[in-house]
C-alpha cells in the first residue's frame, strides 16, 4: 500500500514538471519567464530584464543608429530669391583647417535644389525652445508652403554668404560650398565656415557659449530630446581609469527627470575656477522663490557675493565654508524679520528660508552647477560674521551661506534610503 502511494506520488510530479516544460516551451523560450516591473511615467527607476546578459549583441541589419545626431536647420534661397528652410540630421563638422560642415540632402527636398543653385547654406543651431518649429521645418517641403510665414520666425540676409539665416535661432553659422560628394540616395555639400554669430544671452564670461543657457536638441529614433545634464570633470576622466571591468547599468536610469535631479543632488566642496554668469544666478533665484511660504509671507532676501575679498574673507571666518574660496558667486539667504511680521517669533521664516534653500541647491544640480548649505543661524558667531562682513541692516538674519560655481566630480551624491526611519501605522 506504502509502495503503491509513493508510486503515485512520483507519477504526479513527473506530470507537473512535464506541464511546467511544454508550457515554457509553447512561450518561445527554453528558460523561465520573468515578469518585469510596467516602465511609468511615476516609476522612477526604469525596469530591465535582470535575465539580460551583459554585452551580448544582437544583429538588427543596416540602421542608422548613430546617436546622438543634431538638429540642425538648413537656410537657403531659391532661384527667385525665395527664402527657405529645412531640418537636417545626418550634418557634422568635417574639417578643421579651414573649418567646414558637411550636410547630407536627398535630391527629393526643395533645400537640395537650392544648395546646388546658390553654393550657399547657413546652419541654424536651436535651442529646445524652438522644437517645435524645427519640427515644423522637417515636416513640409518648400515648394509646398512658405515656411517662414507660416511659422512667423524672421529671415535675415546672410552677411557673407548667399543665403539666409534665423533671426531667432541662437546660433547661426554661415557657410560657402567647396565640394560636393554623389553618395547615392545623398548627396553631401561641403560648406566652408565663413562667419558664425551667436546670441549674447547665451555667452559665458569667458566669451564662449554656455550650453546649459543655449540647451540644444538632438534628433533620435524619430523624436526630439534636449541635451542631458554636464557630466563633471568626463574631460579629464582618463586619470581615472584603473584597469578594472566595466560594468554596465542600464537599469539606475530615472524615468522622471525631477526625481533624477533630486536624487543625484549632492553637498559640492570642490569647484573649478568656472566662472557662473548673473543669467544663471537670476535662474537659481527664481527657484528659490518659488519655494512654499507660510501665509504667504515670503520672509527672504537673498544677497549675491561676487566680490574676490568678500568671499575669501567669509571663507576665513566660516569653519565649513572653506570652499568660498574657489568660487566667484555666493548666495546668502536671510530671513526679513520684517516680512516675518507677527510669525517671527514662531520661527516660520527658517522653515521657508529653507525650503527656498533646498530649491536653490536642486536648481543647481539641475543646471550642471554645483552648491553646498553652510549654515550660519543658528550659530551666533557665524551669523555675526556674516552680518558684518555684508554690512546686513538688523532685520536681516542670515540662515545660510550657500557657494555656487562648477564642481570638479570629487563630490558625489549619498544614498541616504534607510527603510528602518519608516514608521507605517
Known amino acids: 500500500m506504502q509502495k503503491s502511494r509513493f508510486l503515485n506520488l512520483v507519477l504526479a510530479i513527473a506530470v507537473l514538471v512535464l506541464?511546467?516544460?511544454?508550457?515554457?516551451?509553447?512561450?518561445?523560450?527554453?528558460?523561465?519567464?520573468?515578469?518585469?516591473?510596467?516602465?511609468?511615467?511615476?516609476?522612477?527607476?526604469?525596469?530591465?530584464?535582470?535575465?539580460?546578459?551583459?554585452?551580448?549583441?544582437?544583429?538588427?541589419g543596416i540602421k542608422s543608429y548613430l546617436y546622438p545626431q543634431?538638429?540642425?536647420?538648413?537656410?537657403?534661397?531659391?532661384?527667385?530669391?525665395?527664402?527657405?528652410?529645412?531640418?537636417?540630421?545626418?550634418?557634422?563638422?568635417?574639417?578643421?583647417?579651414?573649418?567646414?560642415?558637411?550636410?547630407?540632402?536627398?535630391?527629393a527636398t526643395y533645400s537640395y535644389g537650392n544648395v546646388t543653385e546658390t553654393k550657399s547654406f547657413t546652419v541654424n543651431i536651436p535651442s529646445s525652445q524652438l522644437a517645435k518649429y524645427v519640427s515644423y521645418a522637417g515636416r513640409f517641403s518648400g515648394r509646398d508652403v512658405d515656411k517662414f510665414k507660416e511659422t512667423?520666425?524672421?529671415?535675415?540676409?546672410?552677411?557673407?554668404?548667399?543665403?539666409?539665416?534665423?533671426?531667432?535661432?541662437?546660433?547661426?553659422?554661415?557657410?560657402?560650398?567647396?565640394a560636393i560628394h554623389e553618395l547615392g540616395s545623398h548627396r553631401q555639400f561641403i560648406g566652408k565656415v565663413i562667419d558664425v554669430k551667436?546670441?549674447?544671452?547665451?555667452?559665458?564670461?569667458?566669451?564662449?557659449?554656455?550650453?546649459?543657457?543655449?540647451n540644444p536638441i538632438i534628433y533620435a529614433g524619430g523624436s526630439f530630446y534636449e541635451t542631458g545634464s554636464l557630466i563633471p570633470r568626463a574631460?579629464?576622466?582618463?586619470?581615472?581609469i584603473d584597469g578594472l571591468p566595466f560594468v554596465a547599468n542600464y537599469n539606475q536610469r530615472y524615468m522622471n527627470k525631477t526625481l533624477e535631479v533630486i536624487h543625484k543632488r549632492k553637498s559640492v566642496r570642490h569647484f573649478t575656477n568656472q566662472p557662473v554668469t548673473k543669467e544663471q544666478i537670476e535662474t537659481l533665484l527664481r527657484a528659490g522663490m518659488a519655494a512654499p511660504t507660510a501665509v504667504n509671507r515670503q520672509p527672504w532676501v537673498f544677497y549675491v557675493i561676487t566680490q574676490r575679498e568678500t568671499l575669501d574673507l567669509l571663507s576665513e571666518k566660516l569653519p565649513y565654508a572653506k570652499m568660498l574660496s574657489q568660487v566667484q558667486a555666493a548666495i546668502v539667504v536671510c530671513g526679513d524679520m520684517?516680512?516675518?511680521?507677527?510669525?517671527?517669533?514662531?520661527?516660520?521664516?527658517v522653515q521657508d528660508c529653507s525650503a527656498a534653500?533646498?530649491?536653490?541647491?536642486?536648481?543647481?544640480?539641475?543646471?550642471?552647477?554645483?552648491?553646498v548649505w553652510t549654515a550660519a543661524y543658528p550659530?551666533?558667531?557665524?551669523?555675526?560674521?556674516?552680518?558684518?562682513?555684508?554690512?546686513l541692516p538688523e532685520t536681516h538674519i542670515p540662515l545660510n551661506v550657500i557657494p555656487i560655481g562648477y564642481p570638479t566630480g570629487e563630490d558625489l551624491p549619498k544614498n541616504k534610503w534607510n527603510v528602518d526611519n519608516i514608521i507605517w501605522k
Open 152 to 178: 512667423g520666425l524672421t529671415p535675415v540676409k546672410g552677411e557673407f554668404v548667399n543665403a539666409p539665416y534665423i533671426k531667432e535661432f541662437p546660433i547661426v553659422i554661415e557657410c560657402e560650398v567647396t
Open 357 to 371: 534653500t533646498e530649491n536653490i541647491l536642486l536648481a543647481a544640480e539641475s543646471m550642471g552647477l554645483g552648491a
Open 70 to 107: 543634431p538638429a540642425m536647420v538648413i537656410g537657403s534661397y531659391d532661384k527667385e530669391g525665395k527664402p527657405n528652410m529645412m531640418t537636417a540630421a545626418w550634418i557634422g563638422i568635417c574639417n578643421s583647417d579651414p573649418l567646414s560642415i558637411a550636410v547630407s540632402m536627398r535630391p
Open 235 to 240: 574631460e579629464r576622466s582618463a586619470e581615472d
Open 19 to 60: 506541464t511546467i516544460l511544454l508550457t515554457t516551451k509553447e512561450n518561445g523560450s527554453e528558460k523561465p519567464t520573468i515578469a518585469t516591473a510596467v516602465e511609468s511615467e511615476n516609476s522612477p527607476l526604469a525596469s530591465s530584464d535582470s535575465s539580460t546578459i551583459p554585452f551580448q549583441k544582437k544583429s538588427v
Open 338 to 349: 520684517e516680512k516675518a511680521g507677527n510669525l517671527k517669533d514662531l520661527g516660520y521664516w
Open 198 to 214: 551667436v546670441d549674447e544671452a547665451i555667452l559665458d564670461a569667458k566669451g564662449n557659449v554656455d550650453l546649459n543657457l543655449l
Open 379 to 391: 550659530y551666533d558667531d557665524r551669523a555675526k560674521a556674516v552680518i558684518e562682513e555684508l554690512n
